[in-house]
């Protein structure tokens, strides 16, 4: 088979490029830099540059998969909607009758309240939060009505994470991790492998249209989970805490400021409560959530000690 990937350079995308060499299937991934190139290069697929307000020609492809999105937790409206939303409107147009497999995201459902086991009946937020939030939501519903199969995976982790663990680690070794709460509320996970595998298996056997959250299986407690991640990179977060009352004063009241401490997009899908039902995956999909919490660990702890000779993660 042969696939078109948007997002190829990122920690989602080189996994699924480096999983789909090893089975023996031809990749191309769009690539709009010298950087971006050579890290999709090295992952496995033929190197196709351009961007999403110019995407090359499609050819033979199969199959595309678009993960690409502008993702920073702050910036400018616009950019989010030139990336996200034009961005999947200039993807859908290029691939034409090819199935397109769209990674979306739960943030589409937060609107700053806990959601607890919600499934595909869900309706987006009438007010998502944050820039990021809104304009996914725009974005999956060009997917959608493209015909593309849409994926939500929940909090995505991992070894190879180039984007939420370094800024997890950064915030405990600077001295400005708190748990909100007591950190004891449950959260859904889905480590990168399994998205993964969501993926190829919406691939083959999607329906046009339809959503399907994507989990590692049962929710977990925060507190626990990301206690564990940390010690995997041979850090302790510590018992810091802010009551929830004032994180969500602080978010709100301080929205106005250009580097809030807690932006109201990070509050919304960190602060309480966010667990959802993957059955309908699981049930039509095939999909198994086959790589566990506890070998995502082990995978991580391999590689912190490869990265760190002489070092030991707990």
Same mark, same amino acid.
């Given at each position: 088979m042969?696939?078109?990937?948007?997002g190829g350079s990122g920690f989602l995308g080189k996994r699924l490029i480096a999983t789909l060499h090893q089975c023996g299937d031809r990749v191309v991934a769009l690539a709009r830099s010298d950087e971006a190139a050579r890290s999709v290069a090295a992952a496995?697929?033929?190197v196709a540059r351009g961007d999403l307000d110019a995407l090359p020609d499609l050819g033979t492809c199969d199959a595309v998969v678009h993960a690409a999105a502008y993702v920073k937790e702050l910036g400018r409206m616009a950019e989010y909607e030139r990336v996200n939303v034009e961005g999947t409107r200039h993807v859908m147009k290029a691939a034409g009758a090819r199935r397109v497999i769209h990674v979306s995201t739960e943030a589409v459902l937060a609107d700053g309240h806990p959601l607890i086991r919600v499934d595909e009946t869900q309706p987006i937020a009438a007010k998502p939060l944050g820039p990021y939030a809104i304009t996914k939501a725009k974005a999956e519903q060009v997917a959608r009505d493209g015909g593309a199969i849409v994926v939500r995976p929940r909090l995505i982790w991992g070894d190879g994470d180039t984007s939420l663990l370094p800024q997890l680690v950064e915030a405990v070794r600077a001295k400005r991790w708190a748990w909100f709460g007591d950190g004891r509320y449950l959260t859904s996970t889905c480590h990168v492998q399994n998205v993964v595998e +969501?993926?190829?298996c919406a691939a083959e056997k999607g329906k046009p249209?339809?959503?399907y959250f994507l989990t590692d299986g049962a929710p977990v407690e925060v507190r626990d989970f990301l206690t564990k991640v940390f010690a995997t990179q041979g850090i302790d977060p510590g018992t810091r805490r802010v009551p929830y009352?004032?994180?969500?004063?602080?978010?709100y009241g301080l929205a106005w400021m250009k580097r809030p401490p807690i932006a109201k997009s990070a509050f919304a899908v960190i602060a309480h409560e966010m667990t959802v039902d993957d059955t309908k995956a699981r049930r039509e999909? +095939?999909?198994?959530?086959?790589?566990?919490i506890e070998a995502g660990l082990a995978a991580m702890r391999a590689a912190a000690s490869a990265a760190a000779p002489g070092t030991t993660a707990r």
């Open positions: 042969q696939w078109f990937v948007t496995g697929a033929e +969501g993926i190829l249209g339809e959503v009352w004032l994180a969500k004063a602080l978010t999909l +095939g999909y198994t959530g086959a790589t566990t």
